[in-house]
C-alpha cells in the first residue's frame, strides 16, 4: 500500500509519470526540463545530466508525438549506406548513432548498393517521412535528380564522398596524407614498382586518392605506368580480379596499394592461386583497418580512418543544421589518416 501511495504522489495524469514530476525531482523549472531532455545547447551539461537522472528515476518517457508536434521535428535521422555488408560501414554508423542516442533522435537506415537508382528511391522514402536530416554515406552526390532531392531543404552531410561542383557539409579523411604515408613506405622498402587499385570512378574519395598516388610517385622518382593502375569497387572479387589481371602482367608491381582492405584480401586470394608468397613475392596495402585486418594470417598493413569518430562528426554536424533556422554556411571537417605497418609488406625482391 505504501509503495502504491508513493507512485500515485509521483505520477499526476492517468498513472502516467509527467515533465511535472520529473522537474519536482529534479529540482528544476518546467522549461529546464524540457529543454534539457530536447538537447538545448544552451542547458548545462551537469543540469541536463540531473534532468536525465531523474526522469531515469521516475520511469519518465518523452511522449514522441507531443514532442514533434510542438517542436515541428520528427526526431528521426536518415542514414544512407552504400553497402551495408561492408565491415567498414558498421563502425560509421556506431559514430552516427552515438550522437543520435545523445539527440534523442531515432536513425532510419537504407542500404543502396552504390546503385544510384536505388538511392533515389531510398531517399524519396526518407524524405517522405519527414526525417530531420540525411547522412549520406558514399553517396552519388552530383548527378541533378540527386540534388534536386537535396534540395528540397532538409539537411543532409556527405560523409566520405563530396560532390566536386557544390558547396556541401561534408566529413572526410585526409587522402594525401594516408596515400603519401603508405608510398613512402614502400619506397623506403625499395620498391620501384608500385601499383594501385583504383575505388569508384564517379568517386571523389577515390580520386583523391587516385591524385595522391600519383603525387606520392613523383616525390620519389618512381615510374608512372597506367598498366598498374586498376580499376576496382571496393568489393573482394573486385580485388581479386584486379589481383589476377596483375599477376598476368610481364612486368607487374612489386607492390599493391588497394582501393580498401576487401579489395586487399581479393588480391590475397588471387595471389594464393598463383602460387604467390606476401610480403616474399609482393608488397600489398589495404585501407580502412577493418577487425579482420589484423587477424592471422591476413596481417594486412593498411591506412586507418576514424570510422567512428567521423560517423559522430557528421551527425553533429547534422544536427547543427537542424537547430538553426537559416541555412548555415557549409562546413567540412578532415580527418587524419595513420599508416599501419603489419606482415604484408617488406623488402622489394630483387628483379
Known amino acids: 500500500m505504501a509503495k502504491k501511495a508513493t507512485q500515485n504522489k509521483l505520477t499526476s495524469h492517468n498513472g ?42 521516475l520511469g519518465y518517457r518523452v511522449s514522441v508525438v507531443a514532442r514533434s508536434l510542438r517542436m515541428k521535428r520528427t526526431f ?42 536505388k538511392q533515389l528511391t531510398q ?12 547522412v549520406l554515406l558514399s553517396q552519388h552526390c552530383q548527378q541533378p535528380a540527386v540534388r534536386a532531392l537535396l534540395e528540397d531543404g532538409t539537411p543532409f552531410v556527405m560523409l566520405q564522398r563530396r560532390s566536386l561542383q557544390h558547396e556541401d557539409t561534408y566529413v572526410g579523411a585526409n587522402n594525401d596524407e594516408g596515400i603519401g604515408a603508405a608510398i613512402k613506405h614502400l619506397a623506403g622498402l625499395g620498391h620501384k614498382r608500385i601499383g594501385l587499385i583504383r575505388g569508384p570512378r564517379d568517386s571523389s574519395t577515390a580520386d583523391e586518392r587516385y591524385d595522391a598516388y600519383i603525387e606520392g610517385l613523383k616525390a620519389h622518382r618512381l615510374e608512372i605506368n597506367p ?34 582492405d ?27 583497418d577493418i577487425e579482420m585486418a589484423s587477424f592471422s594470417p591476413i596481417n594486412l598493413t593498411t591506412i586507418a580512418l576514424q570510422r567512428r569518430e567521423m560517423g559522430a562528426a557528421a551527425t553533429s554536424l547534422l544536427m547543427k543544421m537542424i537547430r538553426q533556422k537559416s541555412t548555415p554556411k557549409p562546413k567540412k571537417k578532415i580527418f587524419p589518416m595513420k599508416l599501419i605497418v603489419r606482415g604484408s609488406t617488406g623488402p622489394a625482391k630483387a628483379d
Not at 526518407?126 to 540525411?134: E, M, N, P, S
Not at 598498366?227 to 589481371?245: E, L, M
Open 262 to 288: 576487401m579489395s586487399a584480401i581479393g588480391v590475397m586470394n588471387a595471389a594464393h592461386e598463383a602460387g604467390l608468397k606476401i610480403p616474399a613475392d609482393f608488397s600489398l596495402i589495404g585501407l580502412d
Open 16 to 57: 502516467k509519470v509527467s515533465i511535472h514530476d520529473v522537474a519536482r525531482e529534479a529540482g528544476v523549472a518546467l522549461s529546464t526540463v524540457s529543454n534539457a531532455l530536447s538537447g538545448k545547447d544552451y542547458v548545462r551539461e551537469t543540469t541536463r545530466l540531473k534532468v536525465r537522472e531523474a526522469a531515469e528515476k
Open 76 to 117: 528521426t535521422l536518415g542514414v544512407l549506406l552504400a553497402d551495408v555488408a561492408n565491415p567498414s560501414s558498421p563502425d560509421f554508423l556506431r559514430g552516427i548513432e552515438d550522437i543520435a542516442d545523445q539527440e534523442q533522435c531515432g536513425l532510419l537506415v537504407c542500404n543502396t548498393d552504390g546503385q544510384l537508382e
Open 227 to 260: 598498366q598498374w593502375v586498376i580499376q576496382g569497387d571496393y568489393h573482394v572479387k573486385g580485388g581479386y580480379d584486379a589481383g589476377k589481371r596483375f599477376f598476368a602482367l610481364d612486368r607487374r608491381p612489386t607492390a599493391i596499394l588497394a582501393a580498401n
Open 123 to 134: 531517399m524519396r522514402v526518407l524524405l517522405d517521412r519527414r526525417v530531420d536530416g540525411l
